[in-house]
């Protein structure tokens, strides 16, 4: 898949967020990369996983008016690895929907393990 149409996706995903999340949504990127720079840390007899997406930033519960301004807040999502884990590109267009989710739960303030069941 093309970078250009892996964004098509991703603007897909991001329009799909229900309004009232979207309208609380301040000052964040979404880009778009490869892979990461450094995989994620292997667990001793668990399959190495591939990390899909990742916040950078503060989270909206832990932000306050007394913080000085450090920019934009921003959410990666690795092409090549979401596509990696999907077999077509219905599966790329639901992977990255889960991934954007996931991303902005981090960003609202939620645990790995709130998300986990989301």
Do not use: W
């Not at 250009?4 to 009232?20: C, M, Q, Y």
């Not at 930033?57 to 090549?80: A, C, E, H, M």
């Amino acid at each position: 898949m093309t970078r250009e149409e892996f964004n098509k996706l991703v603007g897909e995903a991001l329009d799909s967020l229900p309004a009232e999340f979207r309208r609380r949504i301040e000052n964040v990127a979404v880009l778009v990369e490869d892979r990461p720079a450094k995989p994620l840390p292997s667990e001793p007899g668990k399959p190495q996983r591939l990390l899909l997406g990742l916040f950078h930033g503060i989270p909206r519960t832990n932000k306050s008016v007394f913080q000085l301004p450090t920019g934009p807040d921003y959410i990666v999502l690795y092409q090549k690895n979401i596509e990696a884990v999907c077999s077509n590109d219905t599966q790329v267009r639901e992977q990255i929907r889960r991934t954007v989710i996931h991303e902005f739960g981090h960003y609202f303030g939620m645990t790995e393990e709130q998300l986990h069941g989301v």
